[in-house]
Structure formats: C-alpha cells, structure tokens
C-alpha cells in the first residue's frame, strides 16, 4: 500500500487498524511518512506508542521489525553479527582442500552468506520486503548506542568494516519509543519528528475501549473510564495506562459486572494496579469513593 497522502487518509489508516489518534499526533504522523523522517514518540508507558509501528506496518502491507532495546545491548544483538561457526568451518575446509590463497580466504569468509542480521540491519536489506522499523523503548538502551544509530536514522544505512555499507532501496518508515527513564540525546531527537503520547480524555478513552474491547457493557465502558480517568488524578507510584484499561474492563465483564462495584473493583484492582503500595491505597474507602464519582460521571455524559 501507498503512503497516505493527506493527515485525514493516515487518520483513516490508523483508525481502520483500531487506533485512534487525535489530530496532533495523526498529522505528526503524517509528516513523519511523507518527510522519510523518523517518528520519535515519547510519552508514559501503556499509552499506545509501540502500537502506533504495529497499526502502520499492517496497513501500509510491511513486515514490522522490532529491535527490543535493554541494558548493555550491542551492535551484535541490535545491527548484525558475523556467522564465526560457519567462518571458522570454511576456513578448515579450504586449508584441507589445498585451495585459495590466505588474502583470498579472509576475503572470502567476510561474504554476505556468513552475515547474521538482526533488526536494524534487517529492516533496511533491500533484498527483503520492505519494513517498519520499531525501535523500542530506547531510553532502556546505554547511551553510547545511540550514536550507532545516527547513521541509520540520518542515511538509512549500515557501514560494516569488513564487508562495506548496505543501504536500503527507499526510507522504511521509523518508530521510536522511550518511557523516558532517562533523556534521550538531542542528536537523535533532531533527526525525528517529535510527539509525546500522553493519557487520551475521557471521550478518546471511551472510542479506544470500544473499539478494543467491543464486548463490555456500553454503561460499564463508561464508569470504567471514569474511573480510570479519576485514579489517574490520584497520588500514586504508577498510573494506568489504557493498556490497563482495557484489560480491567475485559476482566470485569469476565466476571459478569455490567456496572462497577465496590467489591468487585477491590477484587480486580491487580488487574489495573501493578504495585502492592497502590492497591493498598486505593482499595475500600478509596475505591469506593472512586466509584461513586465514576458512576455520576457516566450517567451525566
């Protein structure tokens, strides 16, 4: 499929794969596809940022690549890796049958057929279908790799010493994603299209939660945004995202709840709540309280 030629054909793209995007993001998407620019998307975790890579590479018909950034990664498990077994293996096998000079030889063991790739290198091979790039949670990475992916996010290439540079055919389209545990560095921020990916309002949540889990209770549906809407407001270690949401409200009706509850609230609070010190806090008094606001709330909207 063709890059979208207008904001409201990429918001009709990104709707048709069940995400709804306000217009801010839907346009800085946009731009990010027709400009070739990395989409760099910043926000609290479990607000939709990596499902954003997934809704494009199935509508724009691409494979998604996705590099799952962590602790001391390296170019090996990021970009690429030499085969060193089967190098090894056709080094012997040549010094047995006599052939090849030893220049020739270490030529010949840096071809392409001993190159292992992995996500980046992956996702702009120009002998594979095209992809989207997902490089996720980049902020978990270590500093100094961001500065391995200057080349890429800048030419969309790959220079390896041994073996030279492999350039993709045309600019797959590129998804950043950072929790923001830590800053990232201004040179990859400049190289990307910028959006932070914040808590939808009530009514987006509402649109997300039916689309994603059209079998809860319209009247559930909405105290349960209510609700969540409410705890976000709260003094607590972690929020909820609309991840959580929709698992709470699926969970919920699970159980047969066609509205909220107090006693069924406390029950499921694991489901929405990921920290013993929040359940705590918000369970009984608290929670029922919650409940009363959310359901004023939804029977005034």
Not at 184 to 189: E, K
Not at 246 to 262: C, F, K, R, V
Request: hydrophobic share 45%; aromatic share 6%.
């Amino acid at each position: 499929m063709e890059t979208p030629r207008s904001v409201a054909a990429t918001t009709a793209l990104l709707e048709a794969g069940g995400y709804v995007a306000d217009a801010d993001l839907a346009t800085t998407v946009h731009l990010a596809l027709a400009m070739h620019r990395p989409l760099f998307l910043e926000g609290e975790p479990g607000t939709g940022k990596t499902e954003i890579a997934k809704v494009l590479a199935e509508g724009l018909g691409r494979r998604l690549v996705r590099l799952q950034c962590y602790d001391g990664m390296d170019l090996s498990a990021a970009a690429y890796e030499w085969d060193h077994a089967r190098q090894l293996m056709a080094i012997r096998l040549a010094e047995a049958s006599g052939s090849g000079s030893g220049e020739r030889l270490s030529r010949d063991i840096y071809a392409r057929e001993f190159l292992q790739e992995r996500p980046l290198l992956a996702a702009i091979d120009p002998d594979m279908p095209p992809a989207v790039l997902l490089i996720d949670e980049l902020d978990r990475a270590d500093e100094p790799f961001e500065a391995f992916l200057l080349e890429i996010l800048a030419d969309f290439q790959i220079t390896i010493p041994e073996y030279g540079t492999i350039r993709a055919l045309s600019p797959p389209p590129v998804v950043i994603t950072s929790n923001r545990t830590r800053e990232v560095h201004d040179a990859i921020r400049r190289r990307c299209l910028y959006h932070w990916v914040d808590y939808p309002s009530a009514a987006r949540e509402r649109e997300i939660l039916a689309r994603k889990a059209p079998q809860v209770p319209a009247l559930l549906s909405a105290q349960v945004v209510a609700f969540v809407q409410r705890l976000r407001g709260e003094d607590i270690f972690k929020l909820p995202g609309v991840a959580e949401t929709i698992d709470w409200a699926a969970a919920l009706t699970y159980l047969d709840q066609h509205e909220l509850a107090p006693g069924a609230v406390d029950e499921t609070l694991g489901v929405l709540l990921k920290y013993q010190d929040d359940i705590a806090k918000i369970r009984g008094a608290e929670a029922a309280r919650l409940v009363a606001e959310a359901k004023s709330t939804a029977a005034a909207t």
